[in-house]
């Protein structure tokens, strides 16, 4: 069998690694038009940072390692287009500049997804970066000896992760971003305790900028010295990092007669076909099903990719395997600030239609006696008529994730607030107050749901 893989990051690799465990005897292709293969895009931030020295850190596994396995990979090849009439693909080699058609048996899209990058005036100076490949870390710490001012544009996960990263090192950062809040994924409520937490440790380090977007970029053959704002303000910037999202690498799919789902992303079944028989889509440029509203959502994650590049694998290979949806769970940090969520938000809640209960409580993480015992903000919320839980939101210098992590188990067992309100979690001092916050969260969300 002849297994055709397109993206090697996180899903295609992980793909490729399954396929020859199962069929050792399978000839198996990565092609790409990265200059690297396997690698943790999520850590970039982590290595701008400086958390380790070597980039190669962030490398899982390499072309030659892939190569000794038996998988061949091909860097600085862009698949031009799909033709499953007569399943092949069509290759260009960026470096020979030829292109030649390969066949498959079964091929899997892995194309990933690419950073938007906002019609602002003048924006291809060189000290312009984003954050999505190895390339761009190495760009970006090359950078920074020479950075004192910097500006990132957009507030969300990325944003705020490179936010630290340049903080860090020591950089004056401004971070702006055009909608009301920072972190928009989370309801306006919990985002604004983001921004009140960061700003009470600001100490002169960054600013945060909302309700603005970026319009010019103003420089010369240096690169860019100014960036304008769409209200007229002028900030420095030795260096700007655009983190505005990303969207889905779906146009190869398109000219291929692939059906995308409503959210832009390739459209597939719980074994990661697509519309075109022997054709599998997987990681970021595919959607997923929401499992607690089980409506489609795009949540372009490295665990997510992981799971799905392995599932696609399987069933290209002849096996069964099926990968149901996503909680949309999530965790960043930002200046020891760790920011967690999963299921529904209230605010897309009330969207689907859902009667929506809300409890939130603030409180130690830990028995107030310890001397890292920090305050965790939670947020629960349920369907006010069932009383089933939907979701819920952390964020705080304490351990915030490992409740979000808790209430991720109650999702997917389909619990009712009154039932995980029975929960026996652990207790010590050095690891919770004597009623875990989470299960105090709880007690006040069945009041919430009995008063209906």
Same mark, same amino acid.
């Given at each position: 069998?002849?297994?055709?893989?397109?993206?090697?990051?996180?899903?295609?690799?992980?793909?490729?690694?399954?396929?020859?465990?199962?069929?050792?005897?399978?000839?198996?292709?990565?092609?790409?038009?990265?200059?690297?293969?396997?690698?943790?895009?999520?850590?970039?931030?982590?290595?701008?940072?400086?958390?380790?020295?070597?980039?190669?850190?962030?490398?899982?596994?390499?072309?030659?390692?892939?190569?000794?396995?038996?998988?061949?990979?091909?860097?600085?090849?862009?698949?031009?287009?799909?033709?499953?009439?007569?399943?092949?693909?069509?290759?260009?080699?960026?470096?020979?500049?030829?292109?030649?058609?390969?066949?498959?048996?079964?091929?899997?899209?892995?194309?990933?997804?690419?950073?938007?990058?906002?019609?602002?005036?003048?924006?291809?100076?060189?000290?312009?970066?984003?954050?999505?490949?190895?390339?761009?870390?190495?760009?970006?710490?090359?950078?920074?000896?020479?950075?004192?001012?910097?500006?990132?544009?957009?507030?969300?996960?990325?944003?705020?992760?490179?936010?630290?990263?340049?903080?860090?090192?020591?950089?004056?950062?401004?971070?702006?971003?055009?909608?009301?809040?920072?972190?928009?994924?989370?309801?306006?409520?919990?985002?604004?305790?983001?921004?009140?937490?960061?700003?009470?440790?600001?100490?002169?380090?960054?600013?945060?900028?909302?309700?603005?977007?970026?319009?010019?970029?103003?420089?010369?053959?240096?690169?860019?010295?100014?960036?304008?704002?769409?209200?007229?303000?002028?900030?420095?910037?030795?260096?700007?990092?655009?983190?505005?999202g990303v969207k889905p690498n779906v146009q190869l799919a398109v000219d291929a007669g692939i059906?995308?789902?409503?959210?832009?992303?390739?459209?597939?079944?719980?074994?990661?076909?697509?519309?075109?028989?022997?054709?599998?889509?997987?990681?970021?440029?595919?959607?997923?099903?929401?499992?607690?509203?089980?409506?489609?959502?795009?949540?372009?994650?490295?665990?997510?990719a992981n799971k799905e590049g392995r599932c696609a694998a399987i069933n290209a290979c002849g096996?069964?395997?099926?990968?149901?949806?996503?909680?949309?769970?999530?965790?960043?940090?930002?200046?020891? +600030?760790?920011?967690?969520?999963?299921? +529904?938000?209230?605010?897309?809640?009330?969207?689907?239609?859902?009667?929506?209960?809300?409890?939130?409580?603030?409180?130690?993480?830990?028995?107030?006696?310890?001397?890292?015992?920090?305050?965790?903000?939670?947020? +629960?919320?349920?369907?006010?008529?069932?009383?089933?839980?939907?979701?819920?939101?952390?964020?705080?210098?304490?351990?915030?994730?490992?409740?979000?992590?808790?209430?991720?188990?109650?999702?997917?067992?389909? +619990?009712?607030?009154?039932?995980?309100?029975?929960?026996?979690?652990?207790?010590?001092?050095?690891?919770?107050?004597?009623?875990?916050?989470?299960?105090?969260?709880?007690?006040?969300?069945?009041?919430?749901?009995?008063?209906?």
């Open positions: 069998m002849k297994i055709v893989i397109i993206g090697g990051v996180a899903a295609g690799a992980k793909a490729a690694a399954k396929a020859k465990r199962i069929l050792p005897d399978a000839e198996i292709d990565i092609y790409t038009e990265d200059t690297h293969v396997s690698y943790s895009a999520c850590g970039i931030p982590y290595y701008v940072e400086g958390n380790f020295d070597d980039y190669r850190t962030l490398l899982v596994r390499s072309p030659e390692e892939f190569r000794a396995g038996g998988i061949n990979v091909h860097l600085l090849h862009k698949v031009t287009k799909i033709i499953p009439v007569s399943k092949q693909v069509l290759v260009h080699d960026i470096e020979a500049n030829i292109s030649f058609l390969v066949e498959y048996d079964k091929l899997i899209i892995a194309t990933g997804a690419s950073p938007i990058i906002p019609p602002i005036k003048n924006n291809c100076f060189k000290n312009i970066f984003s954050v999505r490949t190895i390339n761009d870390a190495i760009n970006i710490k090359k950078r920074l000896p020479d950075c004192k001012r910097a500006v990132i544009i957009g507030g969300g996960y990325i944003g705020i992760e490179m936010l630290e990263a340049l903080v860090r090192n020591n950089i004056h950062t401004t971070l702006i971003e055009r909608g009301s809040h920072i972190m928009p994924v989370l309801d306006e409520d919990m985002s604004v305790l983001v921004e009140e937490h960061l700003d009470s440790i600001n100490a002169g380090r960054f600013t945060l900028i909302t309700d603005q977007a970026v319009t010019e970029f103003c420089g010369d053959e240096d690169g860019v010295h100014t960036v304008e704002t769409s209200n007229g303000d002028v900030y420095e910037a030795d260096m700007v990092i655009i983190c505005a059906k995308l789902g409503i959210t832009g992303a390739i459209k597939v079944n719980k074994q990661m076909e697509t519309s075109e028989s022997d054709i599998y889509a997987c990681g970021d440029c595919c959607e997923e099903t929401q499992l607690i509203s089980q409506t489609p959502v795009w949540m372009p994650l490295g665990s997510n096996g069964f395997n099926e990968f149901h949806g996503v909680l949309s769970s999530a965790v960043t940090r930002c200046l020891n +600030l760790t920011i967690a969520m999963t299921g +529904l938000t209230e605010r897309v809640a009330e969207k689907l239609g859902y009667s929506v209960a809300v409890a939130k409580v603030t409180k130690h993480d830990k028995v107030g006696y310890m001397p890292d015992a920090n305050d965790i903000t939670i947020k +629960l919320i349920a369907d006010k008529k069932t009383g089933k839980l939907l979701g819920g939101q952390a964020m705080g210098v304490g351990d915030s994730d490992k409740r979000i992590n808790t209430l991720t188990t109650a999702l997917l067992g389909g +619990l009712t607030v009154d039932e995980f309100a029975r929960n026996d979690l652990t207790y010590a001092p050095p690891f919770s107050t004597t009623i875990d916050p989470l299960l105090d969260a709880a007690q006040i969300l069945i009041a919430q749901v009995d008063s209906k």
